[in-house]
């Protein structure tokens, strides 16, 4: 398998991974929702960050311990889990301290977080703190590094395929809500797709917290 040949192959295979609705769009799409584009992609590019810190790690065998070792597995999968509970929760609470509103909490938040920073931190930190985007880049990133190529170098040529993939597609989830500004900006709507993703980001939590080592 030539270079080429393993960064179309894989582009095809993260694509269709891309598309699949994860813990990851959800989070960027509440920043979208709740702080607008600029907080949306800040928290896309910590998402990409994270992304590409498993394929450098993949590469150089790093990532193997989630797979070999059940307790460092189980620090991550358990860590990745609370803190995903804990943005749901947060999240929960904070719509229902609104008592009727987003606004005044969304602004209140957002100065809390030191703005675009923590909205890039919390992207990396929930992409890094789930396991199981390790094990698949250990998984899959094999397969696609000829011999010939060096690992670290084409493990983070892949993981940068998959990063320009996830960006294009988290640009038409964000300026698809740009697009809705209007009908999103209603309270009755924002609160009601807040309590979703809320809602998303606490299942997700509780299903990686009860999920099994691969």
Known sequence: MSVWMGLISFAAVAGLLTLIPGVDTALVLRAAIVRGSRHAFATALGVGTGVLVWGAAAACGLSVLLTTSHLAYTVLRIAGAVYLVWLGVKTLVTLWRGRGSTTDADH?????????????????????????????????????????????????????????????WFSVLI????????????????????????????????????????
């Open 108 to 168: 209140a938040e957002g100065d809390a977080s030191g703005g675009l920073l923590r909205a890039w931190a919390r992207g990396a930190a929930t992409n890094l703190l789930n396991p199981k985007i390790g094990v698949f880049y250990i998984a899959m990133l094999p397969q696609f590094i000829p011999p010939e190529a060096p690992h670290l170098a084409m493990g983070v040529a892949l993981a940068v395929v998959h990063d320009v993939e996830g960006m294009l």
């Open 175 to 214: 300026f698809g809500v740009q697009f809705t500004r209007t009908w999103i900006a209603r309270p009755s709507v924002k609160r009601a797709m807040e309590a979703m993703t809320g809602s998303v980001l606490l299942a997700f939590g509780v299903k990686l917290a009860l999920s099994e080592t691969p």
